[in-house]
């Protein structure tokens, strides 16, 4: 891999695990100074050591993506270890399976909060910065397939990732002339923590044969073949951070194997 992004400091929340793991692993090996949030400090930390074991150099942090001034710590971590910010992955999102009827409005608020109201301060908190320093900058949101398109048993969620697809076209047309670019990715299936998690709520609420029978069978629509993994998005995501990427905002672009089409 060719170091693209060499000396460029990079937030990547919700990146203790899964496919924001993978991603800060990703621009770490591209030469990004990469700057790890997570909910869970213990993992922020761990997956920072991982990337420092693997050659790369990484800090972790503990930050709320929900709560402002956690937010404002970890970029001002990521200013004091790194420098100057070249951009932010707002990774961090949650996940619930619910038939639509049984959906209540503290579901739909606790994921609203964490997957939509967390990506906007984070938007407003990196752009703050990114304008302050005045030499532009890239925000990546992760949306998701179902930001493109409703899944029944995932309303809430899906409503959520809409609004990322918003809140990516708003974001590019309000920064855009400050040089910043804003773009969303949105994976498919993608074998991670959420998940298995989801797998299991499907066959708990009995829309499932197994514990892992939702996933093979969502999955089973990637016309390319296979599931997907947390590498998969590293690509995209390392694009959008780079000189290539520069002239490319406010889209959404499905990384799913093949299952959606717009
Ligand atoms: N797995 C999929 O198939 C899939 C598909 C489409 C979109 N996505 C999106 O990709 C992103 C990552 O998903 P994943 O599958 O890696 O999930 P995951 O559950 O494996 O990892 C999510 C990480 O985010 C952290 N997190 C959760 N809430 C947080 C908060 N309030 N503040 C900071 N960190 C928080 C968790 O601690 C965890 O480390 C999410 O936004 C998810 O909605 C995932």
Redesign the pocket.
Known sequence: MTRELEGKSIVV?????????AIAKDLAKAGALVTI????GA?AAAAAKRIGDDGGKAIGVA????DRAQVAKLLDAAQAAFGPLHGIVN?????QILPFLEITEDDWRRTME??SL?VMICMQEAAKRLIAQGKGGRIVN?????GKQGYEPLAH?CAS?FSVVGFTQAGAKAFGQHKITVNAI??????????R??AQQFFDKGLAETPTSAFDAFAAGAVLGRS?V?ED?AGICRYFMSEAGGFTTGQSVNVDGGMVYD
């Open positions: 929340t919700g990146a203790g695990r899964g496919i924001g793991e949030g997570d909910v869970d993992t930050a709320n993506v929900v990774n961090a999102g949650i996940a964490v997957n967390g992760m949306a998701s397939i179902a969620y990732k949105c994976p498919g299936v993608v074998g991670t923590e959420m998940w998690t989801i997907s947390p998005l």
